[in-house]
């Protein structure tokens, strides 16, 4: 009884909050529209600015929380809100999944903000508030980036992919940016008490960034790569009367001309098992005899499926294969799934068996045309799996089903991650994705030739030469870290100083 009146007496005290909070998830939905495919870069230090005044206001880490959590939950509710679209696919049985996972997901991120803010409210005031929520806050993204997997889509650093900010990528990485970006906005809080010290840092970043040289023209190989873009609907991708229709116009995209030296299609691109397929692999190679061919598809090994990326040889056999390690979350995996799948509970994208089994991990595969290491969708969103490759590659190579995410904000979001991978590494990437956008990645992150989103086709890529190795991909978010745990350090030490003297 003592802790549910403890919490009804919270309650209570946050009613006279609840304008505060309703601006603050106002303006955490506000943010969103800076992510792609809006690109409303004021809409962050405007934000921010606010954000960060509300938070100088708090009084106790109890309201600080409720802020931080508010604006998160604004933020992620519009930012990610395609996470709704998997579960219109299946509308008659999943529909009703849908605002549930809107809410419990934005929810759930919101929580890392709510402690960055509870924290930095608790121990500190004034300007060391600033500081502090800086250091807290970018923790908490670290956070949201590694924990329980991981999540890191919509992190602060993507807001900048179309802007010169995206040059520090391959020296500080995403995290580096997201933190740069909370160092510039969030002391515009303190413009009315010091106008100098809330425009200088903001100042100061504009300033860098726009000395940063132009990127220049990167070398190119002599290497000629098709990427072939099915455009299958998600929901007609496994009909049985529909299914094969999208694999024979894939297959009529491999026989156009001219020869390319390799041909690309995307994930899950043959609706049947690897271990089946060989009939279906020979009619495919038909196409384009003697022109390599990596595609997805899945297979069954021991009882368990998998995800996999397969080099097809010109026999029709699979010369090497890749596959997926990091998998979504009931997407194509349920945790304790042999338990769930009991009660029929099922990853949403598998098509056998009750979920994926995990690949071992990043691996390199020996294509044609080079070294790549492969990425199957949702492994792009993670650059410390790019970094955990054995070997530095020539390339990257993702491959995907972007129809999972509508044609919305999801498959630009995607995207979005896929061209930080490729600067934060200085490598090309040939990107296949079904519904698209399929294209070819430059080593500084621009999107060279490349098919829109919801078009059929293909595009011939002059793969790019790869860059030197950068500095982000042999430190990885190491050193970052360290100087947050830092600031933060020192922040929560002259907050404390602060506190004793008065």
């Given at each position: ?101 809107l ?34 806050w ?86 000629r ?7 299958a ?19 009529g ?17 043959v ?31 021991g ?47 598998s ?52 129809a ?36 070819v ?8 030739p ?53």
């Amino acid at each position: 009884m003592t802790k549910v009146s403890g919490l009804r007496s919270r309650l209570g005290r946050l009613a006279p909050h609840l304008p505060v909070l309703v601006l603050a998830f106002g303006f955490g939905a506000l943010m969103s529209l800076a992510l792609a495919p809006n690109h409303m870069l004021w809409t962050v230090p405007t934000a921010l600015a606010v954000i960060g005044a509300f938070a100088l206001r708090a009084q106790t880490s109890w309201s600080g929380a409720m802020l931080g959590w508010a604006f998160g939950l604004g933020y992620f509710a519009f930012g990610l809100s395609w996470i709704v679209e998997p579960f219109q696919v299946d509308a008659q049985r999943h529909a009703w999944m849908a605002p549930f996972a809107l809410v419990f997901l934005a929810g759930g991120l919101a929580l890392f903000w709510g402690a960055a803010f509870a924290g930095a409210v608790r121990w500190s005031r004034g300007a060391a508030r600033v500081a502090l929520l800086i250091a807290f806050w970018s923790l908490a993204e670290f956070a949201r980036a590694y924990l329980l997997t991981g999540f890191p889509w919509a992190a602060f650093g993507q807001f900048w992919i179309d802007t010169p900010a995206a040059q520090l990528l391959p020296w500080i990485g995403p995290q580096g940016l997201a933190v740069l970006t909370l160092a510039a906005f969030l002391p515009l809080a303190l413009l009315r008490q010091s106008p100098a010290r809330a425009v200088l840092p903001g100042g100061a970043l504009v300033a860098l960034v726009a000395l940063l040289p132009s990127a220049p023209e990167v070398e190119l190989t002599d290497h000629r790569v098709r990427l072939v873009q099915p455009n299958a609907p998600q929901h007609q991708k496994w009909h049985p009367d529909l299914r094969w229709d999208f694999v024979r116009r894939a297959m009529g995209f491999n026989a156009q001309g001219p020869r390319p030296d390799m041909i690309i299609w995307p994930e899950t691109a043959v609706p049947q098992l690897l271990n089946y397929a060989g009939d279906t692999l020979e009619a495919i190679l038909e196409q384009a005899p003697g022109v390599p061919l990596l595609l997805g598809i899945q297979r069954e090994e021991g009882g368990a499926y998998f995800n996999s990326a397969a080099l097809i040889s010109a026999d029709g056999s699979a010369g090497q294969i890749y596959d997926k390690a990091h998998l979504v979350p009931f997407g194509e995996y349920v945790p304790f799934g042999n338990l769930m799948a009991r009660f029929g509970f099922h990853g949403l994208a598998s098509q056998a068996g009750a979920g994926y089994a995990a690949g071992p991990g990043a691996r390199l595969m020996d294509l044609p045309i080079g070294k790549a290491l492969p990425l199957i969708c949702y492994e792009a969103v993670f650059p410390q799996d790019v970094n955990a490759a054995p070997d530095r590659p020539d390339m990257l190579v993702q491959i995907t089903n972007d129809a999972w995410f509508g044609t919305r904000s999801g498959p630009y979001q995607h995207l979005v991650q896929a061209r930080m991978r490729a600067a934060e590494q200085g490598l090309p990437m040939l990107r296949a994705a079904n519904t698209g956008i399929s294209g070819v990645i430059d080593p500084y992150g621009r999107l060279g030739p490349s098919l829109p989103l919801g078009e059929a086709g293909y595009v011939d890529v002059i793969l790019p030469a790869a860059l030197p190795a950068t500095p982000y991909s042999g430190t990885g978010d190491w050193p970052v870290l360290i100087l947050l745990l830092g600031l933060a350090g020192a922040a929560l030490r002259r907050g404390g100083n602060m506190q004793a003297r008065s």
